[in-house]
């Protein structure tokens, strides 16, 4: 990759690892480069707008790695939205992206909400299925805030995304119900359900309490970062792992993302909007707790904390992580 | 109210029963009178846009129906989005406004996505709280598609919507766990556990299975149609029912809505994204179904099914509702 684009996937695979979004860091280095090695991504992508109008563009990323090409999609957004008030970018023809929050946080120094979307490769069934059709799907929208931190939500449309089963495998634990299924459609507590043709549920779990919201929650992903973009979408997502190869006769280029951008002051005065928000954050900490030791927590703040600490006293890497890294540092001739 | 508002008026409640959303529809008519009879609600409102941009605007309701505003506010939003793309519209000191697949659907005819949201008084408490303290403030995003019938995303952000507690409490039924807590913040199956100080859950119902999330989506409903607009909020959002009063001291003014309107061609040619939409919708209607009999669901199927079939043999009714439409038509001497 050219030295810039390698130093702002490294940003955000950093601010990943600080945000104690561990499954999104360096620790995922490695499955890069094997895209790159398998040709299944382009180091050195040309990237073009291919669509626009006034707040909206449509970017073809050139088979590059999305943790490049999202946040120049954004700043198009924030470019979009200091004119016309808001800016939307769909891209198509991309590769994974990281953490969502990295990009629509881009939209806070400019006073901006910040909107930020991905489709993944398929993990999750629908309701009423056994076949893994849609990726774990993240939403997130950030909202600056005056004297508080802004508002973060950067979820999985999945009850549980795979990183929490990951950590249950290694430690050999059973999981709670209601995050998978088996690959007969059957409820189950087995954290390597996945590797035997199981299923992720989408967030509610089970028909009873409405996975049929999660799962049109993550279809309204799906639709607007594959449908909207041209890229490929439910199980035409081509996986993350090198080793998987995508399936054949896709019906779009890539995976697709979604960002968009929205000036607060399109809306209402930026000051007033603030103290608004500041005041929503601390109500909702404020909010009667059901157990005396644990407050409200506002969408971001465990992440700002992570942050915070990590600042201080590092970043904790696991050694199969660290073993990762060392042996590509010397398969590119690098310190470590 | 003057007679075109009250037309439009009709029609939002009609379409809602005519869908199936009998919580939505005529059920409610006299709720919305006693929002007038107690000067809740301004039944002939000189609304206007009070800020705007190429792509924005926000609108002041003057405390009339949601009804009436949102669909005009859809309309000011598709007319920015000929323009520039996009086009999204706020709405401070608005009343309830109905189903929001009616505002949204709006967008359908102009081959354009369509996104409603509003908020609406507390019953929902956030992970870890036993306050109630955001409304069950629904998501609508809404896709055209081909042949096939548009993707309607519909969904309170609660794991269920107070309708169906409802339906339970008529039944005298149980209710599934997940769905409510009691006051203390305990686990309850009990449909009347709300008249007992309880809370509705957020979509996730409980930690394990990620309410945190469900917190979240109805934290962003909540902070685009309230703070964003200059709206109440949180705790604020002013009651539904007449005899309620508000709380003191608002931050906002009235309840809040947040609607927006997307051209296709925006992105991409409106054919191609209808071909990709059709095909995305016969995917996932052929999903590998866990039981033969129950195959996948496309969101928007069962409201476009129960539409067809009403239109067909008639809006069923129940006798209470039937009772309470002939006190209005004696009180306002029409005829039944």
């Known amino acids: 990759m050219n030295e810039l684009d390698a130093i702002l996937a490294a940003d955000v695979l950093l601010a990943a690892d600080m945000r ?3 499954s999104h860091g360096v620790a ?6 094997r895209l790159f090695e398998a040709n299944r991504a382009n180091a050195n992508p040309q990237w073009k707008i291919i669509h626009e109008t006034p707040s909206t563009a ?3 990323a050139d ?8 946040p120049k999609a954004m700043e198009i957004a924030i470019e979009k939205a200091k004119n016309a008030g808001t800016g939307w970018v769909a891209i198509q023809n991309s590769n994974h992206f990281g953490i969502a929050a990295y990009h629509a946080m881009k939209a806070l120094e400019h006073d901006m909400i910040g909107i930020a979307m991905t489709n993944a490769s398929p993990l999750v069934a629908p309701t009423f299925s056994k ?24 979820m999985a449309t999945a009850t549980a995304a795979n990183g929490k089963l990951e950590i249950a495998q290694r430690n050999q634990n059973e999981i ?8 007969n459609g059957n409820e189950s507590t087995n954290a390597d359900e996945l590797k035997n043709g199981g299923a992720l549920l989408p967030l509610g779990s089970s028909y009873k309490t409405s996975s049929y919201k999660g799962y049109a929650l ?14 490929n979408y439910g199980p035409w997502v081509p996986p993350f792992v090198s080793f998987l190869n995508p399936l054949e006769n896709l019906p779009g280029k890539g995976i697709g993302h979604f960002v968009g951008a929205m000036r607060v002051d399109a809306f209402r005065p930026v000051d007033d909007f603030k103290n608004n928000m500041d005041n929503w954050i601390e109500r909702f900490k404020n909010a009667t707790p059901i157990e005396s030791n644990q407050k409200v927590i506002i969408p971001g703040e465990p992440e700002f904390a992570e942050e915070e600490k990590r600042l201080e006293s590092g970043i904790p890497l696991n050694d199969k992580v660290v073993e990762d890294l060392k042996s590509l540092a010397k398969k590119f001739k690098l310190e470590f």
Request: net charge neutral.
């Open 58 to 60: 449509t970017v073809d």
């Open 28 to 33: 995922r280095l490695s499955g890069y480069v």
């Open 20 to 22: 104690g979004i561990d």
């Open 131 to 154: 076949e893994r059709m849609l990726g774990t799907n993240p939403f997130c929208y950030v909202f600056p805030a005056g004297k508080n931190k802004p508002v973060v939500v950067d």
């Open 63 to 70: 088979n590059g790695l999305g943790l490049v090409v999202a």
């Open 176 to 183: 709670p119900k209601g995050w998978v299924q088996d690959k």
């Open 218 to 231: 993550s279809s309204v992903a799906d639709i607007f970062c594959g449908v909207l973009s041209g890229a």
